[in-house]
């Protein structure tokens, strides 16, 4: 079963799968499902999240939902730790938060042949932090949704295990 936090639509079997079916089952995306990310779920979940939900509002919008979609699968498509790559880093080097995005999208070209919307989705999912500024509206929205997901991946199970507890 594949589905984004908080909601329970299967997402195989939907217009949301057909945008990203040819990527989704890469090797290095799968890679993604062994790796921690945000606490309380892995880099492959905070990636389909990203991915399912910028594709709902861009097409809510008449925006590009394809690229979205396909955009937030790979915009955080790298291996490291941020944590040891934070503790090692010396002054000169880049953040981990353009870092990432710049290995993202290097990663995500080597899966598949990237536009340049969603090359500008992938290098610059972290802005404000990162300086460049999107350049399309769909940027914008994986922004936002990629720091939305994070909240809930943060908070939801939290809520969750209160409310089993309480049941209990």
Same mark, same amino acid.
């Given at each position: 079963m594949l ?10 079997? /939907? *217009? ?8 989704? &089952? ?9 790796i921690r ?13 990203v991915s ?11 925006? /590009?939902?394809? *690229?979205? #979609? ?19 880093? @010396?002054?000169? !080097? ?9 290995? #993202?999208? #290097? /990663? #995500?070209? &080597? ?6 919307? &969603? ?8 802005? +404000?932090? @990162? ?11 994986? @922004? ?12 939801? +199970?939290?809520? !969750? ?6 049941? !209990?």
């Open positions: 589905k984004a936090i908080c909601s329970a639509k299967e997402l195989t079997d /939907n *217009s949301y799968y057909d945008c990203v079916s040819d990527i989704i &089952e890469s090797r290095q995306i799968q890679e993604l499902k062994s990310h945000h606490v309380s779920t892995t880099r492959f979940q905070h990636c389909i999240n399912y939900y910028s594709y709902i509002v861009c097409r809510k919008f008449s925006l /590009n939902a394809r *690229s979205a #979609a396909r955009a937030g699968l790979m915009h955080d498509l790298f291996y490291y730790d941020r944590k040891e790559y934070n503790s090692k880093k @010396t002054k000169g !080097q880049a953040s981990h938060s353009r870092k990432h995005s710049l290995e #993202a999208c #290097a /990663n #995500a070209a &080597e899966i598949t042949a990237i536009t340049k919307l &969603e090359r500008d989705m992938i290098e610059k999912h972290m802005w +404000p932090i @990162t300086r460049s500024k999107p350049g399309y509206k769909e940027t914008y929205v994986i @922004t936002f949704i990629d720091k939305y997901c994070a909240v809930l991946e943060f908070f939801v +199970p939290r809520v !969750q295990r209160m409310i089993r507890r309480k049941t !209990q």
